[in-house]
Structure formats: structure tokens, C-alpha cells
């Protein structure tokens, strides 16, 4: 069974597409999921990673900051699904790139700012949580290799934070609104390497879903919101993503 033909003659027509993406879709950039086999969090107990505890405990801040260097987010190159979604966009049937994903790559890959909404915020800027003064994350991962192994800021002293939503910290209101309206202005969504699992993202598909428009997702094994997809595609999002967008792109059916 052609489960590409079958995206494209459910997404055929559309030209509001919403793309939803989660950690799947990187992990082809050489980026570890976090639920997945072997993902962050069988490995590391995310408990320890709350906004609270980062906040009091030097001893998680130190170790934040060492996965972050080891992570291969910042040397992490876009993939061919991330390039496919860029195509999209370009090809004017796509609203907007909602993502979990902290890494950066929709942009890298060609994507602009204004198309891309992050829920869960950008690795690659760093805050101090009492000034407010902000810097690449990359200065701050200088400082760490050169042997600070909690730094703060240079302004005020105060604990600096990566502008990444911590377990226990609100979700960012701006983007959360964002793409609520993105969700009621789509005409379809493709869903990206996620189990869509995690709410309130995950309501950000089935907004769409729930209002009766198509649903396809690509992922790597199973998602919370299978029962409902119009189409389901299993299997690498770099092998599948670009041929789809290239058929809806080119009007083939």
C-alpha cells in the first residue's frame, strides 16, 4: 500500500498546512530523543531537571550544563525532513512549523522566524533569571569548557537558565497563543516525529483534527493519536517527508 499516495490525496487542496514536529524528526541530525528507546529520559531521571530544582540546587545546574555541551544540539545539522518543510513553505501551503523541539533546525534549514513557533523555547539563548540580560548559549558553553562549571551572569551574578521550558515552568503564553491561532487558520496538519504525547502541545494537532480537517502523521513507532490520524506513515522522516512534500508541491496526486 502507497501510504505516500495516500498522505498526498488527503493533503491535496490544502493550502494552510500546519507542521507539528517533535523530537523524531531530529534524531536523523543526530540528536537523541527523549522518550524513545534509549531517549534522554531512560537514561536520566528528569525529576532532577525541574524549574524549581535547577533553580536551588548548584549540583543539577552543573549537570545541566555538561549534558548540554555533550548533547550535539549546537553542532546538529538540519536533515532532510527539516529541508522538506522549508519546501513547503516556500511552496506557499504551510501556515506555520509548530515544534517541541529546542534545536533550532527548522530555521537553520531555511525556515523563517515568523513561520516557526517553538513551544518549548531555543537552546541556543541563554537568560539570566534576574536581570534578564540574554546571550548565545554557545558563549555560556565557552565558559564551561574553560572550566566554569556553573557560570553566572556577568552582569548581576545571577543563575543563567538556556531559554528551554523546564519540567514545572509555564509554557511561553506568546507562543502557546500563536499557535492556537495557527490551529484554527489550518486547513490540514502533518504531524513530524512525535508520539504526541505531551500535552498541551499534542493540542495542537488535534485542535486541527477536531475540526474535521486532515491529519497525517510520520513518525517512528506508535503515537497517542493513531486512532484518528487520516493517514499514518511509519518509518524515518527524512525518507518520507521530502516525497510527499514534492508530489503536494507539483499538484501530483
Known amino acids: 500500500m502507497d501510504h505516500i499516495a495516500d498522505a498526498v490525496k488527503a493533503l491535496s487542496g490544502c493550502s494552510s498546512i500546519l507542521v507539528f514536529t517533535g523530537a523524531g524528526i531530529s534524531t536523523e541530525s543526530g540528536i537523541p530523543d527523549f ?7 531512560t537514561r536520566v531521571d528528569p525529576e532532577e531537571f525541574t524549574y524549581s530544582r535547577y533553580l536551588t540546587n548548584p549540583d543539577t545546574r552543573r549537570r545541566g550544563w555538561a549534558m548540554r555541551a555533550e548533547s550535539g544540539v549546537f553542532d546538529a545539522t538540519p536533515n532532510a525532513a527539516h529541508r522538506a518543510i522549508a519546501e513547503l513553505w516556500d511552496g506557499g501551503l504551510m501556515i506555520a512549523c509548530v515544534t517541541q523541539n529546542i534545536d533550532g533546525l527548522h530555521q537553520v534549514a531555511g525556515l ?3 513561520a516557526v513557533i517553538e513551544l518549548h523555547g531555543n537552546a541556543h539563548h541563554t537568560t ?8 548565545p548559549t554557545a558563549v555560556v558553553l565557552d565558559r564551561v569548557a574553560g572550566g566554569e562549571d556553573d557560570p553566572t551572569c556577568t552582569d548581576c551574578g545571577g543563575i543563567l537558565k538556556p531559554d ?3 519540567f514545572g515552568e509555564m509554557m511561553p503564553e506568546r507562543e502557546m497563543m500563536r499557535a492556537a491561532m495557527a490551529a484554527g487558520e489550518a486547513d490540514a496538519v502533518i504531524a513530524v516525529g512525535s508520539t504526541l504525547s505531551v500535552f498541551p502541545a499534542a493540542n495542537v494537532p488535534l485542535e486541527v483534527a ?3 480537517h ?7 513507532g506508535p503515537t497517542e493519536l493513531d486512532d484518528i490520524a487520516t493517514v499514518r506513515i511509519e518509518g524515518p522522516a527524512g525518507d518520507l517527508l521530502p516525497g510527499i512534500v514534492r508530489r503536494l508541491i507539483s499538484g501530483a496526486a
Open 35 to 41: 522518550r524513545g528507546p534509549g531517549g534522554v529520559w
Open 112 to 114: 523563517p522566524d515568523e
Open 128 to 135: 539570566c533569571v534576574s536581570c534578564g540580560s540574554r546571550q
Open 164 to 166: 528551554v521550558v523546564f
Open 210 to 212: 477536531e475540526a474535521g
Open 214 to 220: 486532515p491529519f497525517v502523521i510520520v513518525n517512528r
